[in-house]
């Protein structure tokens, strides 16, 4: 059964804070994808990864970074958190071709106090 | 700005009828796909159309791609309280739309 896990379901973290959020896939995929979703403006693309070392921004990628040291994980780093970066985080990751299936983790509900 | 737009923006149904969703750009898409995101869940895939005019069925669901590859529908027939979700519609190159809410009362 494939599989996308993302490190925390919910997380608690104090403006300025520095935040890791962690997704590791188990497909040998090559693509990775880090999105946020907010009520009415569905996934909005963060940073994507086609390959280890290489990250690609998406259409919101201020205040944002990420790290792929390896195939299977890709971490996002808020390098310090805003109260406008509550929100969920979903990770996915999908093989080689543009319209393959993304498969998702359960994401991570990020509250920024 | 959704470069996908999705309507309606949620469907409130009864269980056994029938519903329609939409997804609609200005833009040709260069695939389009479904999926399913049930509460507390990452998203699902339900199936990609990749062909103007294509048409796939799915048990109950039947997705539309239209002929200009601009428009999408998902016909989901006799609904049930298992086809309560957020679908959410998807161009790799334009994105997600917002989502279309479906509810469905027992």
Same mark, same amino acid.
Do not use: A, N
């Given at each position: 059964d494939v599989k996308v896990t993302q490190s925390s379901r919910y997380l608690?973290?104090?403006?300025?804070e520095k935040v890791?959020?962690?997704?590791?896939?188990?497909?040998?995929?090559e693509n990775m994808f880090w999105y946020r979703q907010d009520p009415g403006l569905g996934l909005r693309l963060i940073y994507f990864s086609y390959d280890v070392k290489m990250k690609?921004?998406?259409?919101?990628?201020?205040g944002y970074s990420v790290s792929r040291e390896?195939?299977?994980?890709?971490?996002?780093i808020l390098e310090s958190a805003s109260t406008n970066q509550t929100s969920m985080y979903l990770c996915a990751s999908s093989g080689g071709f543009s319209y393959n299936e993304q498969f998702f983790g359960p994401g991570t509900r990020l509250t920024v106090l | 700005t959704q470069?996908?737009?999705?309507?309606?923006q949620f469907l409130s149904i009864q269980e056994g009828e029938n519903l329609t969703v939409y997804c609609n750009s200005s833009s040709v898409f260069s695939s389009l796909q479904w999926y399913r995101q049930e509460p507390g869940e990452g998203p699902v895939l339900l199936v990609t159309v990749v062909t103007g005019?294509?048409?796939?069925?799915?048990?109950?669901?039947? @997705?539309? @791609?239209?002929d200009a590859r601009?428009?999408?529908?998902?016909?989901?027939t006799a609904a049930q309280p298992g086809d309560t979700g957020l679908y959410l519609c998807n161009d790799y190159k334009l994105s997600f739309g917002a989502g279309t809410t479906v509810t469905v009362r027992a």
């Open positions: 608690v973290k104090r403006t300025g890791f959020l962690e997704c590791v896939q188990d497909m040998d995929h690609e921004k998406g259409d919101i990628p201020e390896k195939k299977e994980r890709f971490s996002l | 470069l996908l737009e999705q309507s309606p005019g294509e048409v796939k069925k799915l048990k109950r669901l039947t @997705f539309q @791609f239209g601009k428009d999408s529908s998902l016909h989901i």
